[in-house]
């Protein structure tokens, strides 16, 4: 695959002007809301602030991509990677720092690549939406930063005291699994201050199939009901009424999963689905997944 063409032609696209918007419009809501808070009303804000940073990645990967300040300024490394698998690897793209007054931002950018010479274009469009994704959270953090830093001040804080919280952002991913089969990572954007702001987008990619696979694809065609039945059981287990920390569907809690849910293979092969943070279950819970025996 020739990265550095597909480089030059995802930077050559301009900078959609509704994540912007769509993001900052999320940063005024929740610093109105944030003034009285309880577990049901923070839940909310959390929410509705990951699905903006969510809908404007969405934007980006309709046909624009953002095009982030990746001029000479910036240290960039583009090396290759161990091989990671029988039949791919992942490659860092791309690797540089943001930095400005509101927030240093540390990007490393994975890229999928086929090993086999007569299949090495399959993976370009999932390394589109990666890509895509990636600079949607590092835009994600820019304004979220930007506004915290202006709310901040204009509560009575000081410059000094902003500095202090050392605030920053990291795009990175991680490799989960690989075996003959599968190779699944998670491609994620995370802000330092406030805690909440962490997007995570997961890949799982046939080996065999060279394609990106599905839960059905994996649980087969009642991999819905499959799925739900598991995961109902498994927060049963945790106890019943007060004892029991997830949330209630009448309070937004678990109810059923979708195709568009999230979930990675693991190494024993079965499907891991993934909740974000404050989704089914109070933030202290962090991301919470459940495994799915096949």
Not at 76 to 87: K, R
Not at 105 to 121: F, K, M, R, S, T
Not at 264 to 284: M, R
């Amino acid at each position: 695959m020739d990265f550095d063409k597909a480089r030059e032609e995802y930077e050559m696209i301009p900078i959609p002007k509704e994540l912007s918007m769509r993001v900052d419009k999320a940063i005024k809501d929740a610093q109105n809301n944030r003034k009285q808070i309880d577990i049901k009303k923070e839940r909310k804000i959390m929410k509705k602030v990951t699905k903006t940073v969510a809908a404007a990645a969405a934007v980006v990967l309709l046909g624009t991509t953002i095009g982030v300040n990746t001029s000479e300024a910036f240290a960039e490394d583009i090396y290759n990677a161990p091989i990671i698998g029988s039949f791919a690897e992942l490659v860092t793209f791309r690797s540089y720092s943001i930095s400005n007054e509101d927030v240093l931002i540390n990007v490393d950018i994975p890229a999928l690549q086929d090993i086999e010479a007569d299949n090495e274009g399959l993976p370009a469009e999932v390394n589109k939406e990666i890509l895509a994704k990636c600079e949607a959270y590092i835009e994600g953090a820019q304004e979220l930063a930007k506004g915290y830093h202006e709310a901040f001040i204009a509560t009575g804080g000081t410059e000094k005291e902003w500095i202090d919280h050392n605030i920053t952002a990291t795009v990175d991913y991680d490799v989960l699994s690989q075996n003959d089969e599968y190779l699944s990572f998670v491609v994620y954007g995370w802000l330092s201050y406030p805690s909440f702001y962490e997007e995570r987008s997961y890949y799982t990619w046939d080996m065999n199939k060279k394609e990106i696979i599905t839960l059905e694809d994996i649980l087969g065609e009642d991999y819905i009901n499959i799925a739900n039945e598991s995961i109902k059981t498994q927060i049963a287990a945790y106890g019943s009424g007060t004892d029991n920390p997830f949330f209630s569907p009448d309070m937004g809690g678990f109810t059923t999963i979708d195709e568009e849910t999230p979930f990675y293979v693991n190494e024993k092969g079965n499907p891991v689905i993934c909740f974000a943070k404050y989704e089914i279950a109070p933030g202290s819970m962090g991301e919470v997944q459940f495994e799915i025996e096949k």
